[in-house]
């Protein structure tokens, strides 16, 4: 199944969130998922989309507030 509108780090089965990036320890989530991405080793997949899902709509907040700011 293909998933062309998910973000990379929403997607489990992408390479970037693969095997190869995992560390062997645990998500410091302590959700109890393997940690480690290609974005960081510390969080598991799903806490790291968590995590920048959080930070994306904070940059698009203050974006809209500079926005606003200019008008
Ligand atoms: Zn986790």
Known sequence: MKKANLPKYEDP???LN?????TGKLCIERCGRPAGTAWSPYWCWRCNADRIGRIS???NELALDAAREKA
């Open 57 to 59: 709509r904070s940059l």
């Open 18 to 22: 693969g095997p190869r990036y995992q």
């Open 13 to 15: 089965d992408d390479t």
